[in-house]
């Protein structure tokens, strides 16, 4: 079994930044797809950020440039540091990880290909 548990969260106002970390603790493999996902008020819950063990990362469009995400794997942590923080990026944020795939895949967006999730860590923007 594998626990993930997100910290970090917080208020900003825009143009602010903030580091979220994700602590993955059990059993973990060498191969993984880890991905940062958040869910605004109302709205689906959408993968914004990706890291395999192919070492290819991905972001979505609304993230690119200003977010990045990197994985510590001495300490198996999940982060992502977000820039330029903007009243739209308000949400929770979620971390996920898949420990079969080597390779995250064009569907790593999608939320149905994870078993591991974290408890959601809260990411206030203010305008």
């Known amino acids: 079994q594998v626990q993930l548990v997100e910290s970090g969260g917080g208020s900003v106002q825009s143009g602010g930044s903030l580091r979220l970390s994700c602590a993955a603790s059990g059993y973990t493999r060498s191969s993984y797809c880890l991905v940062w996902f958040r869910q605004a008020p109302g709205k689906e819950r959408e993968g914004i950020a990706a890291?395999?063990?192919?070492?290819?990362?991905r972001y979505a469009d609304s993230v690119q440039g200003r977010f990045t995400i990197s994985r510590d794997r001495f300490k198996n942590t999940l982060n992502l540091e977000m820039n330029s923080l903007k009243p739209e990026d308000t949400g929770t944020y979620y971390c996920?990880?898949?420990?079969?795939?080597?390779?995250?895949?064009?569907?790593?967006?999608?939320?149905?290909?994870?078993?591991?999730w974290g408890q959601g860590t809260q990411v206030t923007v203010s305008s």
């Open positions: 890291i395999d063990s192919d070492r290819i990362i």
């Open positions: 996920a990880a898949d420990y079969v795939r080597w390779s995250c895949s064009g569907s790593w967006a999608e939320r149905g290909g994870y078993v591991y």
